[in-house]
Structures are given as C-alpha cells and as structure tokens.
C-alpha cells in the first residue's frame, strides 16, 4: 500500500472519530493465529490503556497498529480511513510512532545522535535536542554519553524524547514500565498523561495494569487474542486478578 498524505493525515477529522482502531484484526506467526478478531478503537487525545498477562496478543496488536505486522483479516484504520496493509514507514509518515519492548534506543550512538535520528521527519536537531533536554534534562547531561551505558530509565525517556521528535499524532507504548524502578514508571506515566494533555492520542501496552490505570482514559483488557472487556479503568480495575495482571 503506497500513501502521499501529509504528515497530519492520520489527526481526526472529527472530534468523535477514533484516531485509531482496529477492526476484526486477525494476524499470525505461520499457522499460529495470535490475534483472533480484535476490536479496539483509541479516540483522539486519550490514553487507552491495553491490559493483560503475558503471551496474550499486546505486543502483536501493537504491531499491527504499527504498520509492523499484517493482518489476515479485519481492518486497521487511521481516522476512519482504511490503512490496512500499511507499512512501518508509511505509518511513520502519518504520525504514528512506537516505541517497541525494550525501548530500541542505539546502543552505540551517543544521546545526541540518537535523537538525529528523528531529524528524518523534518525537524531539526536542535528543535529536538531543545524539546528533549527541557522535558528531561539528565538527557542534556549525558549528551554526549553512550545509549547503551545509561540506565534503564534513562534510556526509556530518550526513546520517548526520539518519539517526540517526530511531532506523532499517535503514540504507541509497548512496555513501557519494563525493567525500570516504580519511581521512574510513576514519572514515565505522568509525562504520558501529559502528552495526551497536548493532543497526543496514546496506546500504551501494559502487563502491569495498576502503573497505567491513573492516567488512562479507557482500559481494554485482552486475553488469548481477544479483547474480552473495554471500559472505564476504574471499573476495569475493580474486575483485574493479580493472579495474572500483577500489581
């Protein structure tokens, strides 16, 4: 599938339209059906929190969200257009950027060429590096320092700053709290919700549901594939097992 639209084309052309959603989205790993008709839809601005265990299809959704993975069947679109079979790239060129398990920094490029990166969307380098070290100044300290010799949390906020850089309409957040202290995750968390705040439409991806569940406008909890309840996360938390959620 080839796209031109500019880079705004996947922002709602109305307030009610969900900026992205899947519809029916069946995907697979060979013979092996991973996603067996997910309904999931992220309205322009908020936070949809997708919950559940391990092994239960997030990461696979994320992908096809991401332009990463094709679907077999159902639809992906971007305000309600039909983007089914898009790719990484051409997602990317619509606003839509992810930030995968693990973060993805470049472990061997420094802070500073990290966040060059994100200079092929058009912004400059120093609009990002600005935008980066005043949202997280411990990046403007370690400039010049190594990705991969950095801690966790530092690396997670560069990856976000990278993110950032692309000026997304569509964020989406695989993981966010992996391998990072609970003071960093709260801090991680609160920048999310305050990126929503600015317009930013956020799907984050989350086996730990209690460290998303505050700043999340909606919740869908997916189980074997599926997406088996949505709601309002207050009454999606009231119903979560930590047997298989965690805390």
């Not at 999931?40 to 990461?59: M, R």
């Not at 969307?121 to 949202?135: D, F, M, Q, V």
Request: charged share 20%; aromatic share 4%; net charge negative.
């Amino acid at each position: 599938m080839t796209l031109t639209q500019p880079h705004d084309a996947v922002r709602p052309r109305r307030s009610e339209e969900p900026v992205l959603e899947l519809v029916g989205v069946r995907a697979a790993y060979g013979a092996i059906e991973v996603l067996k008709g997910v309904d999931l839809s992220v309205p322009a601005g908020t936070v949809c929190a997708l919950l559940g265990p391990n092994g239960g299809g997030k990461t696979t959704t994320m992908r096809v969200a991401s332009g990463l993975m094709p679907t077999t069947a159902g639809e992906v679109r971007y305000s309600g257009r039909n983007v089914t079979g898009i790719t990484a790239g051409e997602a990317a060129r619509l606003g839509v950027c992810s930030i995968p398990e693990g973060r993805g920094v470049f472990a061997n490029l420094t802070v500073r060429e990290n966040l060059w990166v994100a200079t092929g969307t058009g912004t400059s380098l120093a609009e990002i590096e600005e935008a980066a070290y005043t949202r997280f100044p411990k990046l403007g300290e370690r400039r010049h320092q190594l990705a991969g010799s950095m801690s966790g949390g530092e690396q997670q906020m560069l990856a976000l700053s990278r993110a950032l850089g692309t000026d997304p309409a569509v964020l989406l957040l695989d993981e966010l709290s992996m391998g990072l202290a609970p003071m960093i995750v709260s801090s991680m968390y609160d920048i999310v919700g305050a990126l929503a705040a600015e317009g930013i439409s956020i799907l984050v991806a989350e086996q730990f549901a209690r460290v998303v569940l505050p700043i999340a406008d909606t919740a869908a909890l997916m189980l074997g594939g599926r997406i088996v309840q949505v709601g309002d996360p207050a009454e999606i938390e009231d119903e979560l097992s930590t047997t298989y959620l965690g805390g």
